[in-house]
Every structure is written in structure tokens, then in C-alpha cells.
């Protein structure tokens, strides 16, 4: 019993000892320096992660104004990025998807936590929408989506497009979808070719932004679009709505068709589905008599 005692009474002392002299280590830290010792760095460390944690919120999408000339005063994202809504959208699914060619050109406005209410946004208009990236936010339950080829603070290119079903709008500080339309961009390409001699063989045309081409070229020609812009195209036949004469598919950028070639003489239109025969349009013209004897065009697909 005795040895017990003195040893407890040793490991006592020695922790006692070790206390003195973790004191004086620590003075001498303090008296050494006038920054911080490494001591200090853990609370600060334990404390960082605890704010983060209470401001959660904070991290949320923000949603501002700004004003779009003619458009007038309209919801734009932390960057300062115009909003818009695709009105074929509803409340339980989204018409601009993963599948369809969509999200590349109209990325959703996502957030991690509840949407912040910038100067001029009603806070309580704010919501998500669930889709499968993530919470999209909304606005008076109008889901906000961004326009991939908008460059810059003020740039409205996806205003009044009508694509997967629906018109793309900018959207009021009050929700309304601003159903005007600015004057828009050159909707086709001159037609730079028209007095020229009809091209043949194999064509490659260039898709640019929100350029097709008009073509002219003669019976038998093939031609070949690559999308030498930064977003989805296509080059379908028909004036909005797909005709079935030929169609090269979505091209994202830097892809190129299938080779699709023209047997029949005649004159066809042809459009961007993803953004809309108003948007982007063109013809191409096909001279010269029919290469196959029954007169019947074969588009190569
Ligand atoms: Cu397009």
C-alpha cells in the first residue's frame, strides 16, 4: 500500500514537473516572438471549419439585377451573367436536359445551398428545383438557366430563342418572363457564293456561332458541316420543325458531320435545332439534273 502511494505520488510530481516545464515552454515561445506559435495555430484551425459551417447559406447562388437596354431590369447571376427561363420547363421537369443537346448551350443556375437575394431580388421568390445535377435555383418558379455563348455582363444572345419546345426569356425583378425581343443578331450568313459558280464534289461548311451557311452547289455534291464554333449545332432540314430530308445531328464544337450528299436539284431550308430557325437559318441550293435515274434524292444517311 505504501509503494502504491509513493508511487502515485512520483507520477503526480512528474506530471507536475512536465506541466512547469511545458509553462516555461510556452513562455519562452511567447516572450520570443510576437507572432503566433505554432501553439496557437490549432484553435484557429478548430474555428475556421465551425464559421463555415454557420454561414452555409452564404455559399448559395446568388441572383442579382441588372439592367439589359431595351429589356429593361433583369435577373442576372453573381457574374453579372443574364438569367433565362425556357418556358417548356414545368414544376416537375425540366424540357432542356443532359440528353437532348441542351444543358452544353443552357447550363442551369445550380447551388450548393439556399439562392441569395441580391440588391432589387425578392428573397422569398427564390427557390431550387431538383434535376439531376444538382438544385437548379428558380424564381417565382421559373427555372434559371444561363446561355453558354453570352460572353459578357449585358450580352442577352438567348433572348426570345425558341428551342426544345419552349422560348427562351429573360426574367423581371418581379418573375415576369420579358417577352420582347431585342433586335437580333445577323440571323444568316450573307450569301457570299450566290453569283459564284455552283460548288461540287465533297463541301465542308462552317458552322460559327450562330452562322449557317447558304450554299450553292451542283446535283451529286457532298456536303460535310463542322461546327467550328464554341457550342452545340445542328444543321437539319426543314424551316423549325425537322423535315426528314436530312439532318447532320448535334455537333458539339469541333465535330463534323456525316458526309450527306445532295442527288436532286431543288432549293431546301434548313436550321439550328438547338437555337431555332429565327436564330439560325440558311438555304442551300442544289442545280443541275438529278445524277440518279430516278430522279429521287438520296441523302446519304
Ligand atoms: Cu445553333
Known amino acids: 500500500m505504501l509503494g502504491f502511494g509513493n508511487r502515485q505520488s512520483r507520477l503526480v510530481t512528474g506530471g507536475f514537473a512536465a506541466a512547469i ?17 505554432p501553439t496557437t495555430a490549432p484553435p484557429t484551425a478548430t474555428s475556421a471549419p465551425a464559421n463555415t459551417a454557420t454561414s452555409a447559406p ?40 443532359s440528353t437532348n443537346g441542351c444543358l452544353p ?15 432589387g431580388v425578392t428573397a422569398s421568390l427564390l427557390g431550387t428545383f431538383t434535376r439531376p445535377e444538382g438544385a437548379q435555383v428558380t424564381y417565382k418558379g421559373n427555372t434559371l438557366y444561363r446561355a453558354a455563348f453570352d460572353k459578357a455582363p449585358g450580352d442577352t ?33 450573307p450569301t457570299a457564293a450566290a453569283t459564284a459558280a455552283p ?6 461548311s462552317s458552322i460559327v456561332d450562330f452562322a449557317l451557311q447558304n450554299l450553292n452547289i451542283t446535283v451529286g455534291t457532298t ?26 445531328g448535334f455537333l458539339n464544337a469541333g465535330q463534323s458531320s456525316k458526309a450527306i450528299k445532295f442527288d436532286k436539284a431543288g432549293t431546301f431550308t434548313y436550321y439550328c435545332q438547338v437555337h431555332g430557325a429565327a436564330t439560325m437559318s440558311a438555304t442551300i441550293t442544289v442545280a443541275g439534273s438529278p445524277t440518279s435515274s430516278s430522279g429521287a434524292g438520296a441523302y446519304g444517311y
Open 21 to 37: 516545464i511545458g509553462a516555461m515552454l510556452i513562455a519562452a515561445c511567447s516572450s520570443s516572438s510576437s507572432t503566433p506559435m
Open 58 to 97: 452564404a455559399t448559395g447562388a446568388l441572383v442579382k439585377t441588372a439592367t439589359a437596354g431595351a429589356l429593361g431590369s433583369i435577373l442576372v447571376d453573381a457574374n453579372g451573367m443574364t438569367l433565362y427561363h425556357l418556358s417548356s420547363d414545368t414544376a416537375t421537369a425540366a424540357a432542356c436536359t
Open 105 to 119: 448551350n443552357w447550363p442551369p443556375l445550380l447551388t450548393t445551398g439556399a439562392p441569395q437575394a441580391g440588391p
Open 157 to 189: 444572345k438567348g433572348q426570345g430563342i425558341t428551342a426544345f419546345g419552349g422560348k427562351w426569356t429573360v426574367v423581371s425583378p418581379s418573375g415576369d418572363l420579358v417577352q420582347s425581343t431585342p433586335a437580333p443578331a445577323a440571323t444568316t450568313a
Open 199 to 204: 460548288a461540287s464534289g465533297t463541301v465542308t
Open 223 to 248: 456536303v460535310i458541316w463542322r461546327n467550328d464554333g464554341g457550342i452545340t449545332h445542328t444543321a437539319t432540314s426543314g424551316k423549325g420543325t425537322p423535315d426528314g430530308t436530312f439532318d447532320s
